[in-house]
């Protein structure tokens, strides 16, 4: 049986999310980007068309071209595996044993539900099992999981799923703060409320380690 529109939107309106990875079809990488592109600008030319806009003006004349083109390569370039961060490790000669903690990661992500921009921080945080990974690919594999259509919950577990397997431990956790502007700019358009959603993984689901994690989010960085 066919579930209806009004059960679609439900999920929509509520934000809620069908699975833990990103549903994608299997002929998703058939075209080319520079396809995917010609084809996205044709759509965005008919929806603007379709709310009467005039196309011939100077102002809005590049508009469906740009818009194609920032959808595939850059807020929804996260799509295409082959984009992927490569995250090398390198051992922890150095014998490194506490945690560490990479926070204030800027994320800018798009709703899945209205395609509306979330836009928040993400705090990252490990205990090596033997592995060390470079700072820098923390912050890429937080990119490349909010470049897509997203739910936060999702983005959070992707997030830590990934440094798991990067780093061959489940000692990994996150947190991401942000805001959705599916719900401060439109419906209840509460432009004060955030989104908190974490994911602990091993010795995280610890209280004292989770609570040691959460005091260093805490800690204002000076300069």
Do not use: W
């Not at 809005?60 to 595996?81: D, H, Y």
């Not at 979330?118 to 937080?142: C, F, T």
């Amino acid at each position: 049986m066919c579930k209806s529109d009004n059960f679609h939107d439900e999920i929509g309106n509520n934000h809620i999310a069908t699975c833990d990875h990103t549903p994608l079809r299997v002929d998703a990488f058939d075209m080319s980007d520079e396809d995917k592109i010609e084809s996205i600008k044709g759509d965005v030319e008919k929806i603007l068309t379709t709310l009467g806009m005039d196309l011939t003006d100077d102002s809005l004349k590049g508009t469906p071209n740009r818009v194609a083109k920032m959808f595939v390569k850059e807020i929804f370039g996260g799509l295409n595996p082959a984009k992927k961060p490569s995250s090398s490790t390198f051992e922890n000669k150095y014998k490194y044993g506490e945690m560490l903690v990479e926070k204030n990661i800027v994320v800018y992500s798009t709703c899945e539900h209205h395609l509306l921009p979330i836009v928040g921080r993400a705090h990252v945080a490990y205990i090596s099992s033997g592995k060390v990974v470079g700072l820098s690919k923390m912050n890429r594999i937080v990119d490349y999981y909010a470049k897509r259509p997203q739910v936060q919950e999702r983005l959070t577990i992707q997030i830590v799923e990934e440094l798991k397997r990067v780093l061959n431990t489940e000692d990994v956790a996150c947190v991401i703060d942000a805001k959705h502007l599916c719900v401060n700019s439109r419906g209840i358009r509460d432009i004060e409320s955030s989104t908190v959603t974490a994911e602990f993984g091993g010795a995280f689901k610890n209280l004292e380690t989770r609570r040691e994690f959460l005091d260093y989010i805490k800690l204002e960085t000076k300069f």
